[in-house]
C-alpha cells in the first residue's frame, strides 16, 4: 500500500504520485472492474434490441454530516442515479463518479464512501466505470461533494413519463414519507435532536422492475427527493394536466417524523426522501403494483395514498385528518424550523 | 404564534442549570424545566408538560385534558343520538320504517 | 403523540361542528352577513389552513386572522438594526429560523448570511449559550423575538448568562405583548369584530386575566384556545354560545395547559429581566402604546441595543412600509388577503413586501401556501 497518509491534502490533487495513488488504492479498487479510467468503452447486449433507448441522467450531491444513520454521502449519490434511472423505466448499467475533495479530508472516509458506492451499484447490476477526483483547498467545499452520472437502458415497448398519468390513475408511494430529511436535520446536531430514525436512503431499481412487470400499465414513477412528497405529485399533476387528490390519513410517516415536525413546525409533506418513490398505476393494476411493492424489501410499507383526478388540473389537494381540503403547493424556498 | 408541543420528562441532566431529557414521540432534546420546578427535579420524571424554544413552560394537567375530552365525547354522541333521531322521522315521512342501509 | 392526537378526532369533530352549525342559525348569521371571529394567534390561522377548518364551519363564521404573528409584525427598522449587528465580525448572531427569510430595507438575515455575516439558526436561546460558552472569542447575539410564551426562556436565558459571567452573551430584544394590539384593534372605529379565539400558549404564561378587559370594557367574548384541530372548533362553539346567550366573558378551553394565573415563574422572569418600552412599532399597525419590552439597567451587560449601539429611538424611526401594501387592513379584518392590490403581484412569500407574507403564519403566507393565491388567479 503505497498511500501512507491519513487525510488528504492538496497534493494528492496534483496529478503526481500521490494523486496517483489516492485515484487507485481508494476508488480504482473497489470499482472494478476496471473503474475510473478516463475514458470508457461501453458495450451491452441490452442496447443492440431493436426499440431500446438510451436514458442519461447526472446529479450533484451534497450532505451534512457526510456520514448520517442509514448511508453516507457515496450511497446518497449511487442510490439517486440508480433511482432517477430506475423511475424512468431504464435498467441502470454504468455510472461515473467525480469527487470533489477538501484538503483534509479523511482517506478512511473516502474509502468508505467508495466502499458503500461500489456495494450499491454492484447491488443493481451496474457499475462505476469513469471518474475523477480533484482535492481543492481548505474552505473551498465542505468535506466533499460527489457528482455521479448514469447511464441505462429501456427496454423495447417501455413508456414511463408524467404526461402519461390519466385520471383514475392510483398514486402508490413505496414506503415512509420523511426519514431522510428527518433522519439528516436529527444527525447534523445543530438542532440539538436525537433520534432512533435511519434514512430511507437506498436504491428503488429492483423495487421498479418489480411494478412493472407486475403492473405493464405503469404510468409514471419519481423518487420523492427534494422538496418530498409534495414536489413530486406537483411536478407529475402539471407535466401530466390531472389534479391529484390524496389522503392525509393514508399517508405512511413514522412517529418520530411526525414529533420532529411538530417541534419544528415543518411540514412532512416537503421533507426529503431518498429511497421512497411515487408512482402512478391505472385502477385495475393497482393491487397488483401494490404486492409487488410490498415483496420487495425497498417496497414493504408502500400503500395507495390517493388518485389523480380530471378536476383542479396541475394541482394537487389533500383531504386532511379532520375531513378539509387543502391544497398541497410547491414549497417558495427552504423549509426553515420555526417557533411560531 | 408559539409552537407548543407536550413531551414527557425522561431525565435530569444538569441539577445545577435546571435541564433534563425530553421526549416527544421518541425525538429527544434537552429542555429547561425552571419554569414547572416545584419541588426536587427528579420529581419531574415521567411528567408531561407542554415545550416550546427548549423550555418546559406548563404541566399538562391530564384530569383537565380529560374533562376536555369528555366534553367532545359527550357532544359526539349527542350529535349521533340527534341524527338518528333526525334519520327516523325523515323515514316516517317518506313512509318507510328507518332500517339498516347495508 | 399523547396530548394530541386525541384532539384530531374527526368523529368528534363532525359533532362539534354541528353545534357550531346549530348555533351560527340561530344567532341568524349567514355567508352575507357573517360573525367575525378573530383568531389573534398566528399558530391558529395555520392550524386553521392546515386542517381545512375555514371550509368545515358554517358559512355564518369567518375567521379574521389577527396580529399575533411576532415575525410579520417585526418592523423593517428593526430588521436593519439586527442586520447591523450581524454584520460585525465578532457577532455570531443566533436567530430563530422564522426571522430569516423576514426583510428589511436592506435585505434579510438569509442574504446577510449569504454575503458572508456569521448567522445561525437555533432551536433554542439555550443553544445559543451554549454557543457562547464554546466560542469565548466571539460576541453571541441572540435575536429575542415572540410574545409572551418566548419572553420567558429569553428572560432565564439571560438570567442564566448573567449567573455564569457569561460576558459574551446578549439579547437584541423585540419582544412585544398581545394585549395592547388587541386593545387598538378594539378601538379602531371601523372594527367590526364579534368574538375573539385567544392565543392559549401566551395565556400558559400570563393566564387568562390579562384578557378581561376585552369582555368587561368591550363586551366581546373572548375563549383561550389550544391548538389542536378540536380544541379550535370547541373554541368556536365557546365563542358563539356567548354571543347566543348574550355573555361576553374570558373562558379557558385550553385548562389542560393554561392555569387561570398563569405561570408565576415565567412572569417573575419576566418582571426580573424586562421592562415596558413606552411604546413599540408594529409593522402594519404602526407605533403602539407599552407593546414592547427591553432589557432592564441591571442586565445591561447582555443587551445587544447597549452594546452595539442601536437602541430602539437611537436611528430614524418610522421606516415607511412598502407603498399599496394594505397590511394593516388585513390585519385588522378590513379586507381578505387576496383582496389586497398586492396580493401575489408585488408581495410573495419568495418576495413578501408585506408582514403577513413573512412568515409562514401570517395570513396572507398562509392563503397563500393553502392555495388562496390560486383560487383567486382563477
Known sequence: MALRDTHVTLAHGGGGKAMRDLVEEVFARVFEPPGMEDQARLMDAALAEPGARLAFTTDSFVVTPLEFPGGDIGKLAVCGTLNDLAVGGARPLWLSAAFIIEEGCEIALLARVAGTMAREAAAAGARIVTGDTKVVGRGAADGLFVTTAGIGVIPPGRDLGAARIRPGDVAIVSGRLGDHGAAILAARGDLALSTDLISDCRSLAGLMEAVIRAAPGTSAARDATRGGLAAALNEMAEAAGVGVEIEENALPMAEEVRGLCEILGLDPLYLANEGTLVAFVPEDQAEAALAAMRGTEAGRGAVIIGRAVSAHPGRVTMTTLFGGSRIVDMLVGEQLPRIC | MCLGIPGQILAITDEARQLALADVSGVRREVNVTCIAEGPLEDLVGCWTLIHVGFAMSRIDAEEAEATLRALREMGEAQAALEEMEAGRAALTEGTAPGPTR | ?378
Open chain 3, 1 to 378: 403523540m399523547k396530548y394530541a392526537s386525541e384532539f384530531r378526532d374527526p368523529v368528534a369533530a363532525k359533532a362539534v361542528l354541528a353545534a357550531i352549525a346549530r348555533t351560527a342559525e340561530g344567532i341568524g348569521a349567514t355567508r352575507e352577513k357573517p360573525l367575525h371571529i378573530m383568531e389573534i394567534c398566528g399558530g391558529h390561522t395555520h392550524a386553521i389552513f392546515r386542517y381545512g377548518l375555514d371550509k368545515l364551519v358554517h358559512e355564518g363564521v369567518e375567521f379574521i386572522h389577527g396580529p399575533g404573528c411576532p415575525v410579520c409584525v417585526l418592523p423593517m427598522s428593526r430588521v436593519d438594526e439586527a442586520l447591523q449587528i450581524a454584520a460585525r465580525p465578532e457577532v455570531i448572531f443566533t436567530t430563530f429560523g422564522d426571522a430569516m427569510r423576514v426583510p428589511g430595507t436592506q435585505g434579510s438575515l438569509l442574504q446577510a448570511k449569504a454575503s458572508g455575516a456569521d448567522i445561525r439558526m437555533v432551536y433554542s436561546p439555550l443553544d445559543a449559550l451554549e454557543i457562547a460558552r464554546r466560542t469565548p472569542g466571539r460576541e453571541v447575539v441572540f435575536f429575542g423575538l415572540g410574545f409572551e410564551t418566548t419572553t420567558p426562556s429569553t428572560a432565564l436565558s439571560i438570567q442564566q448568562a448573567a449567573r455564569e459571567g457569561l460576558g459574551n452573551f446578549s439579547v437584541f430584544c423585540n419582544h412585544i405583548t398581545v394585549p395592547e394590539p388587541i386593545r387598538a384593534l378594539l378601538d379602531d372605529p371601523d372594527m367590526r369584530l364579534d368574538g375573539f379565539i385567544g392565543p392559549g400558549h401566551v395565556s400558559m404564561v400570563i393566564g387568562t386575566h390579562p384578557y378581561d378587559f376585552i369582555a368587561r370594557d368591550y363586551g366581546k367574548p373572548i375563549v383561550v384556545a389550544g391548538f389542536e384541530p378540536l380544541d379550535l372548533l370547541q373554541s368556536v362553539l365557546m365563542v358563539l354560545s356567548q354571543i347566543a346567550e348574550g355573555r361576553a366573558e374570558v373562558e379557558n378551553q385550553y385548562a389542560r395547559v393554561v392555569p387561570e394565573h398563569g405561570n408565576q415563574v415565567s412572569l417573575a422572569a419576566i418582571a426580573d429581566v424586562y421592562e415596558r418600552r413606552p411604546s413599540f412599532e408594529w409593522r402594519g399597525l404602526g407605533e403602539i402604546d407599552a407593546s414592547g419590552l427591553r432589557i432592564r439597567a441591571p442586565y445591561r451587560a447582555f443587551d445587544a441595543e447597549a452594546k452595539f449601539g442601536v437602541g430602539y429611538g437611537a436611528g430614524p424611526r418610522q421606516v415607511a412600509e412598502p407603498e399599496g401594501c394594505a397590511c394593516g387592513a388585513v390585519m385588522t379584518g378590513k379586507i381578505k388577503p387576496t383582496a389586497c392590490p398586492q396580493f401575489g403581484r408585488g408581495c410573495t412569500p419568495e418576495r413578501p413586501l408585506g408582514a403577513l407574507m413573512v412568515s409562514s403564519e401570517g395570513a396572507c403566507a398562509a392563503y397563500w401556501q393553502y392555495g388562496g393565491a390560486r383560487a383567486a388567479a382563477e
